[in-house]
Nanobody, 123 residues
Framework: QVQLVESGGGLVQPGGSLRLSCAAS????????IGWFRQAPGKEREGVSC????????YYLDSVKGRFTVSRDNAKNTVYLQMNSLKPEDTAVYYC????????????????WGQGTQVTVSS
């Protein structure tokens, strides 16, 4: 049974940092690409980052480049999203999701999703 469980969200001041974790179970993480998405109140869900399988590459939304870093630990079956220099506009529910071997643009390509973790950036 494929499961993805996010953790690490919370309340942080502008300029602060958080590290989100996406713990995967029921499949071998090394074979799949994992995407991070976020949805702010009243807005559509958007792709933030993606870490492909061993052949799949790494991608970032332009607005988070230089501030967010995605990584994975296959031994722990976990993908991380390190978020630095957080801004109020980063406030959203963050989700991780699984696709095939390669990162895809568009959430329609992601068949398995976690439950989400809330990130709030506010002073």
């Amino acid at each position: 049974q494929v499961q993805l469980v996010e953790s690490g969200g919370g309340l942080v001041q502008p300029g602060g940092s958080l590290r989100l974790s996406c713990a995967a179970s029921g499949f071998i993480l090394d074979y799949y690409a994992i995407g991070w998405f976020r949805q702010a109140p009243g807005k559509e869900r958007e792709g933030v980052s993606c870490f492909g399988s061993r052949h799949g590459g790494i991608y970032y939304l332009d607005s988070v480049k230089g501030r967010f870093t995605v990584s994975r630990d296959n031994a722990k079956n976990t993908v991380y999203l390190q978020m630095n220099s957080l801004k109020p506009e980063d406030t959203a529910v963050y989700y991780c999701a699984r696709t095939g071997s390669f990162c895809q643009i568009g959430e329609v390509h992601y068949g398995y999703w976690g439950q989400g973790t809330q990130v709030t950036v506010s002073s």
